[in-house]
């Protein structure tokens, strides 16, 4: 135990010592050069899916790959979405964020760990095998959930990147980690889909502030720390534009974990639910947090129960 502790101490230091991503530390609102690469995999090694996707995904921050899933497949979903929202005991759970006004269910965190089904989406081989590529290494969920966004009252996700608050709350050392957003309902231009900034990777937003206590408690309903002042969100889109990820039940969308997105509420009778995948380099486990904070809960992020997903050779 104590040459597990001295370890986990050791490597706190060296990421102390090496940060090259500050924020929330008092400094202006700025936008700094990316110090990583995006896809870590070096050329001579073959990409699951065709390199026009790779090289796509290098540029731009993101790629969408339509009908990943079969009906079938999404209607297996669609009834573990519906069951666990049915259930009385996801109600009752640490796991579920209501949306900001109402009971509505907003977000059900670790369902690769509650959830047959989706512990076998994560682990399909379709999604797994390219994060490993990406990532060049073994991989695990760093974070799950299913995003529910209910018709009429789903409120909006602010823009925000990902690594910015893994890094400062969770501890993510550097950006080897990234995103599938799987569409499990029809993702319309009008139900609110994630909205991303092609791009916006390749530069990290210094954000303002500090992190309030507890800040995972307010800022999953509604993001107001750890976000882009509106100079640095201008100089992103004046550079890069927004694109509008829309797309029928069964696409995948991949994003690194620095591109700045977000998605505007939902006031359509259109519910728009996906379910949500971080994948982590297992050489990137996070450490203590770069905040003056204790870490955020399990659920929320993976810091005790770290294991690597399985190579499967066959799909669910």
């Known amino acids: 135990m104590s040459?597990?502790?001295?370890?986990?101490?050791?490597?706190?230091?060296?990421?102390?010592?090496?940060?090259?991503?500050?924020?929330?530390?008092?400094?202006?609102?700025?936008?700094?050069?990316?110090?990583?690469?995006?896809?870590?995999?070096?050329?001579?090694?073959?990409?699951?899916?065709?390199?026009?996707?790779?090289?796509?995904?290098?540029?731009?921050?993101?790629?969408?790959?339509?009908?990943?899933?079969?009906?079938?497949?999404?209607?297996?979903?669609?009834?573990?979405?519906?069951?666990?929202?049915?259930?009385?005991?996801?109600?009752?759970?640490?796991?579920?964020?209501?949306?900001?006004n109402s009971n509505d269910l907003r977000s059900l965190f670790r369902v690769h760990e509650n959830s047959p089904n989706f512990k076998a989406l994560a682990a399909d081989e379709r999604l797994a095998d390219l994060a490993r590529y990406l990532l060049d290494d073994e991989v695990y969920i760093h974070q799950s959930r299913l995003n529910y966004k209910p018709g009429f009252r789903g409120k909006e996700f602010y823009w925000h990147s990902d690594f910015e608050t893994w890094h400062m709350e969770d501890g993510m050392p550097r950006m080897r980690a990234l995103s599938m957003s799987i569409t499990l309902t029809e993702n319309f231009d009008c139900n609110g889909p994630l909205m991303l900034i092609p791009g916006s990777h390749k530069q990290y937003v210094v954000c303002e502030g500090e992190t309030p206590?507890?800040?995972?408690?307010?800022?999953?309903?509604?993001q107001e720390y750890g976000v882009p002042s509106d100079d640095c969100l201008k100089t992103l889109v004046a550079q890069g534009g927004i694109v509008s990820a829309a797309g029928k039940p069964g696409s995948?969308?991949?994003?690194?974990?620095?591109?700045?997105?977000?998605?505007?509420?939902?006031?359509?009778?259109?519910?728009?639910?996906?379910?949500?995948?971080?994948?982590?380099?297992?050489?990137?486990?996070?450490?203590?947090?770069?905040?003056?904070?204790?870490?955020?809960?399990?659920?929320?992020?993976?810091?005790?129960?770290?294991?690597?997903?399985?190579?499967?050779?066959?799909?669910?």
């Open 3 to 100: 040459e597990l502790i001295l370890e986990q101490a050791s490597d706190d230091f060296l990421a102390r010592e090496a940060d090259v991503y500050p924020s929330r530390n008092g400094q202006s609102a700025r936008l700094i050069g990316r110090q990583d690469p995006v896809v870590h995999a070096s050329k001579e090694q073959s990409p699951p899916v065709d390199c026009s996707f790779i090289d796509a995904y290098n540029e731009q921050g993101f790629v969408v790959l339509n009908d990943v899933f079969t009906p079938d497949e999404v209607s297996t979903f669609q009834r573990e979405l519906d069951r666990l929202r049915a259930d009385p005991k996801t109600q009752q759970s640490a796991d579920v964020i209501t949306e900001p």
């Open 213 to 222: 206590k507890d800040h995972y408690l307010t800022s999953l309903k509604k």
């Open 252 to 316: 995948v969308i991949v994003f690194d974990c620095n591109l700045m997105h977000g998605s505007n509420g939902n006031i359509t009778p259109f519910p728009r639910s996906n379910a949500f995948f971080v994948y982590n380099a297992l050489s990137n486990k996070v450490v203590n947090p770069f905040c003056a904070q204790t870490p955020r809960p399990e659920h929320v992020c993976t810091r005790k129960n770290i294991i690597p997903i399985p190579k499967l050779k066959r799909r669910i």
